[in-house]
């Protein structure tokens, strides 16, 4: 059974960090595309984040390029987001997704609809 856990989430003021932790059980975390997604009110889900498993390339959407890194550890089959420098815009709802589907490059997993499996979600608060 496919499982996604997200935690990591709090209040930070502006220019804290934060690290996401997303802790799979049921796959292999190194044979799965793996994404960080994040959800503002009252706006759609978007990528923030993501690896390539077919090119070993990641993906950052503009508004986070240096200052978020993904990264993954096999022994604790878990994939973590750092966040640094964050800002107020960042507030929002955080998810990983997960999906057996191996084939595609970096932009494609940068899509939501790129996705089958999907962790409840931590909530980020920036305050400014």
């Known amino acids: 059974d496919v499982q996604l856990q997200a935690s990591g989430g709090g209040l930070v003021q502006t220019g804290g960090s934060l690290t996401l932790s997303c802790v799979a059980s049921?796959?292999?975390?190194?044979?799965?595309?793996i994404g960080w997604f994040r959800q503002a009110p009252g706006k759609e889900r978007e990528g923030v984040s993501c690896?390539?498993?077919?090119?070993?390339?990641?993906f950052y959407t503009d508004s986070v390029k240096g200052r978020f890194t993904i990264s993954s550890d096999s022994a604790k089959n878990t994939v973590y987001l750092q966040m640094n420098k964050l800002e107020p815009e960042d507030t929002a709802v955080y998810f990983c997704?997960?999906?057996?589907?191996?084939?595609?490059?970096?932009?494609?997993?940068?899509?939501?609809?790129?996705?089958?499996?999907w962790g409840q979600g931590t909530l980020v608060t920036v305050s400014s």
């Open positions: 997704g997960a999906d057996p589907d191996t084939a595609y490059g970096q932009s494609y997993y940068s899509m939501e609809g790129a996705y089958d499996y």
């Open positions: 049921g796959f292999n975390v190194d044979d799965y595309a």
């Open positions: 690896f390539s498993r077919k090119d070993g390339s990641t």
